[in-house]
């Protein structure tokens, strides 16, 4: 699971009912996000969208927050049981950071 | 520009080209979405993923904020130049705090 | 109340209600601060010193969006008024950004 | 290190060392809520009272991520080792979303 930036990393944890969830969602908020563009179009009032960027917004967070609880149960786990646990961590903690500036 | 949450409300002020900028943002993290969902069809890693949903909050709220000081500039400076800046106001509070909160 | 960075700027528009207020406030987040430090000096769980620097997070930024309220319906307010609205708009955005990363 | 709301929890993985560094943080901490406390006193302006009060919480917040990111390397891990993982990880997750709405 461990590498540097340029190569491609995959995970094998997810079962096939999370995944379809995951992706069920992604499907929902982009549609969102569709909705957004509408509403700049027919130039909707500037608070109205905002609250809507907001919700998206919100809603990604509770994507992101499921896949890390997932992530913190099963990679930053086996990584601790197999003593690889600290490089792991330093990685969890950085994009818990990251979530929490944006 | 006021109104009750049923019905439509309506702005005036944002150019051909803040408009067009506005949208053509949106279009790109509509993209940035549908990319997030590749990756978990692909098994990409967990941190991965999460590292690309932060980046669409920041591009978000980065449109979000955009739109919210062309809202201060003109919807709020007007209705405080007409005597009725309290009710636009008080709205104005509220997404800023909902904001924080996403 | 425009001003460089060098010079102290005053607003004289808090009325002695509401500075005893935020000062109340500040009093307690004071207190609070100091039951953190308590906490740490006598190894209370982690999680449980956590949930409280949360709590106070919480607490200083409502005494700065009741700050931002009121610096909006008054100082913003009145450089609209004059005139002179978007140095001081500019400026509100950048405290808000700044808020919303803190 | 489990155990209801009601009861005092403790910790005993904190070095000298790094409780004396937390301590020396939450001194200064308290000092800059004091100097809050001091510029509203003053009628100092608006907006340089809400940058201090972003800067506390972006110092808070910091403690609180090095103690997040320390109780993860210790309480988290040693929970996984020991196979009650599940509810300390659940608990984690709280906090984490605490954090990242305050």
Known sequence: ???NNNEE???NH???KDKQLLLNRLK?????VRGIHKMVEND???VDVMVQISAINAALKKVGFAMMEDH???CVADA???GTGEE???ELMQVIKQFNKS
Chains 1, 2, 3, 4 share one sequence.
Do not use: A, F, L, P
């Open 28 to 32: 929902k908020i982009e549609g969102q």
């Open 72 to 74: 913190v149960n099963h």
């Open 44 to 46: 909707r009032y500037c």
């Open 1 to 3: 699971m461990s590498g």
């Open 14 to 16: 997810r079962s096939d």
């Open 80 to 82: 601790i049981k197999t």
């Open 9 to 11: 990393r995959y995970t």
């Open 88 to 90: 792991t961590i330093t």
